[in-house]
């Protein structure tokens, strides 16, 4: 699917497609499944909202939000995203999934919005390597009220807060992150995780404000 303007999909099952370059694309309560989304823009929301996707590829896309918000994730990639608040997901959750290379000024993975505090987020069995979160005053790479299980958190960057903030962990990987405050974790709980050869320029590199149990 091509198209040099808007491309709006909603209510609709998608198998074996590519959706391709769009200067306008908006998706609302779509299934995709091993579908490649990517190069498209979204210049005032979420480029894809309430959907399901399945063995999946979105990459290179940018929006206003977020790539992927409200939304669940299986097996797929999410690498080099831009969102203005989010580069991967924004109240989404994501199992067996690599989410790499994403870039936002607020969150660079995934995140919870401002206006919906209370929303759970459940991250499993995830690589999430090599996000960068940029400028000065944002919070993490990934951020508040996240579920994170069997994740490897590698080798991300964020240049105005921490790598995980305020987020429930469990059985994790956290190594090889930099960030401004908190290379680790700051606040939240770590549980049977190992935390190793992370940096902060301002702050301490392991874990800061954290209920840690059977952790390193």
């Known amino acids: 699917v091509a198209d040099n303007g808007t491309l709006t999909m909603s209510e609709s099952d998608f198998t074996n497609c590519v959706i391709d370059a769009n200067p306008y694309l908006s998706v609302n309560g779509c299934d995709f499944f091993n579908c490649t989304i990517r190069s498209n823009r979204n210049t005032s929301e979420a480029l894809i909202y309430s959907s399901s996707l399945f063995d999946c590829t979105i990459s290179g896309n940018s929006s206003a939000l977020s790539t992927i918000q ?70 993490a790479c990934i951020a508040e009220n996240a579920e994170l299980a069997d994740c490897r958190i590698l080798n ?49 590199g392991g874990a800061e404000a954290c209920s840690a149990f059977h952790s390193i």
Do not use: H, K, M
């Open 70 to 139: 409200n939304s669940t994730v299986w097996r797929s990639t999410v690498a080099g995203n831009w969102g203005d608040e989010a580069g991967a997901g924004l109240e989404s959750s994501f199992y067996d999934c690599t989410i790499s290379s994403n870039r936002s000024p607020q969150r660079a993975a995934v995140g919870r919005s401002y206006y919906n505090p209370q929303t759970s987020i459940v991250i499993s069995g995830c690589l999430i390597e090599g996000n960068l979160q940029v400028g000065d005053g944002a919070i």
């Open 156 to 204: 991300n960057i964020s240049e105005g807060g921490s790598t995980l903030y305020y987020c429930n962990v469990q059985r994790c990987l956290i190594a090889g992150n930099r960030a401004l405050r908190c290379g680790g974790a700051y606040g939240g709980l770590l549980s049977a995780c190992t935390v190793v050869y992370n940096t902060a320029s301002n702050g301490v």
